[in-house]
Structure formats: C-alpha cells, structure tokens
C-alpha cells in the first residue's frame, strides 16, 4: 500500500522561529510537492522537485524554502515563521513522469502564534 | 496559465438524493483532469481521473465524471449519494509537466439525513 506521512499532525511555533515541515514516501516516486490548503482558495503550490537536490518554484514561494537529499524525503521549511504562513500542509508524491495521481500525506495543521 | 472554477463552494443535499459538483478548467493544451476527495481531517484521496479514451469516467465509492472538451468542463455526478459522502472535494488539471496539478477551490458537500 502506498504511503506518504508528514512529521507532524499538528504543530504551534511562534513568530519569528524556524519550522521545519518533513514528508516521507515509499513508493520511490521521483516527484514530490509541498502545498499550502486554506478555505475557500483550494491547495495551492509552494514547491516541488522532480529528482534529488532539485527544486522549482510554485505559485507561491515567498517565505519558505525546501530541501530534498533523499529521493524518498522532502522538506519544507519556514526560515522565519509568521502568522500569515499558519494553514494546513499537505505533501504530495508522484512517479511515472508525473502523467498520474499524486498521493497525499495526511496534512500538518501549522499554528503560528 | 491554468485555472479551474469549481462553480459552487457548498452543495447541501439529502440522504439518497443525485448531486452534481461542477468544474470548468480553462487551458490551451491537452490535459489529465482528476477529482480528490477529503475526508475530515485527512490528506486528499483520488476519486477518479481522467487521461485519454471515454469521456465518461468511473471513479470509487459510485462517482463518475464527465469530461466535456468543448464546454472545458469535468462535472462529477453520483446518483444516489450516502451520509458517508460528506466531504471536501477538488477539481484538479496537470498540465503534464512533472504531473503539477492546479487545484479548483474546493466544493463542500453535505448530506442531510
């Protein structure tokens, strides 16, 4: 059975902290995706990486940076956390040139206070 | 650039009733079109797809889809929907490239007893 798992289910950090997202899969897939969900926009890409040490840019960067040094690890992270990035996280992996599904990770609720 | 409407942000219906969530994309190249679905609390999980052959598409759980070129339409449709079917549900095309996915934002389903 497929899996993808997130570090954390439920996370709560403070302005100005360094937050680290990590997302796990086992299917050998070679593209991975972070995404941010917020009501009533839908999920919305930050970035993604179709091989290891490489990266692209989604729809909405600004404020996070990622990492992938093991093609089965991705991982977002937040260099300096604000209120405005507390949303619900979602990775995602994808194999066979990305032409099909993507799986999903249960999500992390992030809370910056 | 690509964009999916998912026309409705809320559909209540009752136990046993048919429903159809809607969903326009507009995009100038040939697309894979895919509705997900999540459950409360959970990561998003594939409903059905749609790459090439029938327009019309089986999905899990009793839903299919309709894909319609002409109108860029991918409606999804089930005729007799239960209380477990209350849900999230998304509207989403790839592009292809690297399988990205842009998601629609979202359409609630509620079924009433």
């Known amino acids: 059975d497929v899996k993808v798992t997130q570090s954390s289910r439920y996370l709560v950090k403070r302005t100005g902290e360094k937050v680290f997202l990590e997302c796990v899969q086992d299917?050998?897939?070679?593209?991975m995706f972070w995404y941010r969900q917020d009501p009533g926009l839908g999920l919305r890409l930050i970035y993604f990486s179709y091989d290891v040490k490489m990266k692209e840019k989604g729809d909405i960067p600004e404020g996070y940076s990622v990492s992938r040094e093991k093609k089965e690890r991705f991982s977002l992270i937040l260099e300096s956390a604000s209120t405005n990035q507390t949303s619900m996280y979602l990775c995602?992996?994808?194999?066979?040139?990305?032409?099909?599904?993507?799986?999903f990770g249960p999500g992390t609720r992030l809370t910056v206070t | 650039a690509q964009s999916v409407t998912q026309l409705d942000s809320q559909v209540p219906v009752f136990e046993e009733a048919p429903v159809e969530l809607r969903c326009n994309y507009s995009?100038?190249?040939?697309?894979?079109l895919f509705w997900y679905v999540q459950y409360p609390n959970q990561g998003l999980q594939l409903l059905l797809k749609y790459l090439s052959g029938s327009t019309l598409v089986k999905g899990i759980n009793g839903f299919e889809a309709e894909f319609n070129k002409s109108q860029t339409s991918f409606h999804l449709r089930k005729p007799s929907v239960h209380i477990s079917d209350t849900a999230e549900y998304f509207c989403?095309?790839?592009?292809?490239?690297?399988?990205?996915?842009?998601f629609g934002q979202g359409t609630i389903l509620t079924v009433h007893p």
């Open positions: 995602a992996s994808s194999g066979d040139r990305g032409i099909y599904e993507q799986y």
């Open positions: 995009s100038s190249v040939s697309v894979y």
């Open positions: 299917m050998d897939h070679e593209n």
């Open positions: 989403a095309v790839s592009e292809g490239s690297y399988g990205k996915l842009t």
